[in-house]
């Protein structure tokens, strides 16, 4: 479908405008009229969603700006309780459709209503310095339209569509010293209205300035710094943040460098308020909130927000001047606002990635007592929310694998020797156990506890723990084949294997969880590894009737201290191929 020429836009304009086209034509609808125009509006959400660039022949170098300008107008979307993925389903379910189909080089045009949208929203981009229409404008111009009781949006979207509106009406503005409700409604007011074309430069450009600095502190001062380059009045800036153990704020950011200049008392009131104030001496009379060391501090004008997001108070944000006749204007504080709210989300963000990093260690870290597939069972279920404390009882497979005389051969090693060695038959004991299913309960000095059959149930449980046993005797024997031609000491390990009722899962607190298995089971298969020589394996009667098929045995008595003698078998070869 062919494109007609369009005049300078912006990048999510055009992008809004080819996707109208792509609707009027889907709908067999020979021109775009606003319908289509709000439903491409709406389908930048998914192309962004789905990077369905080239599709579309969005530009590489305009993709942070698409993403900004959406993210700008979704957020002002989301505050009037308004769904673009609904609303574009039940808009495109209500068009009209026609019985004949367009040739496929028809060019969609725009119809006179949708016109007239361009037109006004060219208007209002051009009062306020711009040379391009911003998404806000189109938006802007066109909901009205869209709210004249157009029967192809659904009545449950006419109430968010009219606070979406509101929104984005400039709201008026009276007085020199405001006190601004700052809850994320910073965006309700286009920038547009009042910033020059550098200071627009420097908002769009502030979340990628920050978000490319190359850690959490150079993002803080990056942030800080820019508030001279936005407010030329200004001399000094601080960001305080409040501690999450002590609840106070403290000093993170600041700048000139060791002149930190803020109120404590101000910003502790702007974050309780969870509003943003001019301050300046002839407004103080009668409030004496921060006055006594912002007159101190020889301030003659500053500007207080709060570091707020997601409902969390973070910290507060500010800039003061103490030059004579330096002042900040209702214009600046709004600005001011939005800014602190940039900063608030890329500090939220910050905060979150670092707590999801630290609980994504604890849990990789839980987890490398499994296999590979069971550990992506486990991240599925712990991404859903069902990882969580408790245990079940059910059969299972105990492995016991100790290496013999290890007490006696690491006495006349090196310490750093001794644990090289421990990994090297470690490493090819788990891999072991891993490949047959298994997890890794612990490892108790040179021995390893293994479980088949749990943390998720595994009916081929007993046939899992005996391919490990003799995989593990396989693994151990080429290891040593190798170790002894580098002139290494070797080792040989005995192996116990029995079944039974156990409880087993992951227990602990939230702070500390860990998996375990606990039951007399797991006391059997201890005496049965116990009693095992040297690259031997012992089964238990119980878990040898599961599977006597599959290995030739020898009996062989196991004597205990209390409980008399066991019957166990000693494996002497596998019956058919693992």
Request: one cysteine or more.
């Amino acid at each position: 479908m062919a494109q007609q020429s369009l005049p300078p836009f912006s990048e999510t304009v055009k992008l809004a405008w080819r996707l109208a086209a792509e609707e009027a034509v889907h709908a067999g609808r020979p021109q775009i009229e606003p319908p289509h125009l709000l439903l491409g509006i709406c389908g930048v959400e998914r192309v962004i969603r789905e990077e369905a660039w080239e599709r579309y022949a969005v530009s590489p170098s305009r993709l942070a700006s698409v993403r900004q300008e959406w993210n700008e107008v979704s957020s002002v979307a989301a505050l009037a309780g308004l769904d673009a993925i609904h609303l574009r389903r039940e808009v495109r379910g209500r068009l009209p459709q026609t019985s004949f189909a367009l040739p496929a080089n028809h060019v969609a045009k725009r119809s006179d209503p949708t016109r007239a949208v361009f037109d006004q929203a060219e208007q209002r981009a051009g009062t306020v310095g711009h040379a391009l229409v911003s998404l806000f404008d189109l938006l802007g111009c066109l909901l009205p339209t869209m709210l004249e009781k157009d029967p192809v949006i659904p009545p449950h979207f006419e109430a968010p569509l009219h606070r979406l509106e509101t929104l984005m009406a400039p709201p008026p503005v009276s007085g020199v010293t405001l006190l601004l409700d700052a809850t994320r409604t910073a965006v309700e007011e286009p920038l547009e209205h009042l910033k020059t074309t550098a200071r627009e430069a420097l908002f769009y450009d502030l979340p990628l300035q920050m978000a490319s600095q190359a850690n959490y502190q150079a993002m803080l001062d990056c942030a800080v710094s820019s508030l001279l380059k936005f407010f030329p009045a200004a001399s000094h800036a601080v960001l305080l943040l409040r501690d999450r153990g002590s609840n106070c704020l403290l000093l993170q950011a600041h700048v000139p460098a060791g002149e930190p200049s803020a109120s404590m008392e101000l910003a502790e009131h702007v974050l309780e308020k969870n509003s943003a104030v001019i301050w300046n001496p002839a407004a103080a009379a009668g409030n004496d909130i921060g006055a006594r060391s912002l007159i101190g501090l020889q301030t003659t004008c500053a500007m207080y927000a709060p570091l707020s997001w997601q409902n969390e108070r973070l910290g507060a944000l500010c800039v003061d001047t103490r030059r004579a006749g330096s002042t900040f204007t209702p214009d600046d504080l709004r600005l001011f606002i939005a800014i602190s709210h940039h900063v608030a989300l890329s500090i939220y963000s910050q905060r979150l990635t670092r707590d999801l990093q630290a609980q994504n260690q604890l849990l990789e870290r839980l987890l490398t007592h499994f296999s590979p597939k069971v550990r992506q069972r486990l991240l599925e279920r712990a991404g859903r929310g069902r990882l969580t404390l408790g245990g079940e009882r059910s059969e299972v497979s105990i492995l016991f694998s100790d290496i013999r005389g290890f007490t006696r051969m690491s006495a006349t090693m090196e310490p750093d020797d001794v644990v090289d060695m421990l990994n090297a038959y470690f490493a090819a004991l788990v891999e072991a156990i891993f490949r047959c299913e298994g997890t890794v309960d612990k490892f108790i000095g040179d021995a390893i506890l293994a479980v088949f059959g749990s943390p998720d149930p595994d009916p081929e449980h007993h046939r899992q723990a005996l391919h490990a046993a003799l995989a593990m005797q396989e693994a151990v024997q080429k290891l040593n084949a190798a170790r002894k031609e580098r002139n290494q000491p070797t080792c040989e390990i005995g192996i116990g294997v029995h079944s039974g009722d156990v409880l087993h899962g992951f227990v602990g607190t939230q702070e500390r969880l860990e998996f375990t298995v606990v039951g007399d089971a797991v006391n059997r298969a201890s005496r049965f590894c116990a009693a095992a020589g040297p690259n031997e394996i012992i089964l238990s009667s119980e878990f040898l009737k599961h599977v006597w098929r599959e290995v030739e045995v020898e009996s062989r008595d196991v004597p205990t201290k209390h409980e008399g003698i066991w019957a166990a078998f000693r494996v002497l070869k596998a019956k058919l191929p693992r």
